[in-house]
């Protein structure tokens, strides 16, 4: 079950549905009622926690779901399976595309008035979709090591895309041209130690500052 509670104690909310383990909770931008629930039965569920005992239920995926986004506008959600990729309308609960060509995606992020979608994968490639054809329009690679793209982050001008990798290098894409114009490598390559071990810390995020200007 997902327990709901108000903040001020007033209010409980219990959601029952799913038949295997939740994984992940992510609240509706646009709506303050929904919640959308990933679940290892391979299914999602909206929920308006005001009414809880009919949930729209978004089913498709043949593996547990790793990972969902809504679009900025609460209109779609992008969710991934360790082999597929699926849009997915909010307003009919219907599927409107599945997405080809990724392997375990490890990042998503929505761009130009979620028009555009971009994703990143343990293949280690971006792609960027248009959402409205639902069409490839480009295609990252070529970084220089194996693994997976940790997390990606447009700027906000969406000219450039900061893309991270898990060799810890910050590759910054120019929007115009398909070409890293920057790889940040500031960060230990095997990543800092703490105390006196030899754990491995890896890089795990990174994020624009709202001008532009910054990379943290």
Same mark, same amino acid.
């Given at each position: 079950?997902?327990?709901?509670?108000?903040?001020?104690?007033?209010?409980?909310?219990?959601?029952?549905?799913?038949? &295997?383990? @939740?994984?992940?909770?992510?609240?509706?931008?646009? /709506?303050?009622?929904?919640?959308?629930?990933?679940?290892?039965? %391979?299914? #999602?569920?909206?929920?308006?926690?005001? +009414?809880?005992?009919?949930?729209?239920?978004? +089913?498709?995926?043949?593996?547990?779901?790793?990972?969902?986004?809504?679009?900025? !506008?609460?209109?779609?959600? *992008?969710? &991934? !399976?360790?082999?597929? @990729?699926?849009?997915?309308?909010?307003?009919?609960? =219907?599927?409107?595309?599945?997405?080809?060509?990724?392997?375990?995606?490890?990042?998503?992020?929505? #761009? /130009?008035?979620?028009?555009?979608?971009?994703?990143?994968?343990?293949? /280690?490639?971006?792609? @960027?979709?248009? *959402?409205?054809?639902?069409?490839?329009? &480009?295609?990252?690679?070529?970084?220089?090591?194996?693994?997976?793209? %940790?997390?990606? &982050?447009? +700027?906000?001008?969406?000219?450039?895309?900061? *893309?991270?990798?898990?060799?810890?290098?910050?590759? *910054?894409?120019?929007?115009?041209?398909?070409?890293?114009?920057?790889?940040?490598?500031?960060?230990?390559?095997?990543?800092?130690?703490?105390? =006196? =071990?030899?754990?491995?810390?890896?890089?795990?995020?990174?994020?624009? =500052?709202?001008?532009?200007?910054?990379?943290?």
């Amino acid at each position: 079950n997902i327990e709901v509670r108000t903040a001020d104690g007033s209010a409980d909310y219990t959601l029952s549905g799913h038949t &295997a383990t @939740v994984s992940r909770l992510s609240w509706s931008p646009t /709506n303050p009622n929904g919640l959308l629930s990933l679940s290892d039965d %391979r299914t #999602m569920r909206l929920w308006d926690i005001t +009414s809880p005992a009919t949930p729209q239920v978004f +089913s498709g995926h043949d593996e547990p779901i790793a990972l969902a986004e809504w679009s900025p !506008d609460g209109s779609a959600i *992008v969710s &991934a !399976d360790l082999t597929a @990729v699926r849009l997915w309308d909010v307003a009919t609960g =219907s599927e409107r595309a599945q997405l080809p060509g990724h392997f375990q995606t490890s990042a998503i992020n929505w #761009m /130009n008035n979620s028009q555009l979608l971009t994703l990143g994968g343990s293949d /280690n490639l971006v792609r @960027v979709w248009d *959402v409205s054809a639902s069409q490839q329009v &480009a295609l990252l690679g070529n970084y220089g090591s194996a693994g997976e793209i %940790r997390t990606i &982050a447009w +700027s906000p001008d969406n000219t450039q895309l900061a *893309v991270l990798g898990s060799d810890d290098v910050v590759r *910054v894409w120019d929007s115009a041209t398909g070409q890293v114009v920057q790889a940040l490598v500031g960060h230990i390559t095997r990543g800092p130690r703490v105390g =006196s =071990s030899n754990v491995y810390q890896p890089v795990t995020d990174v994020v624009w =500052s709202p001008d532009g200007r910054f990379l943290a």
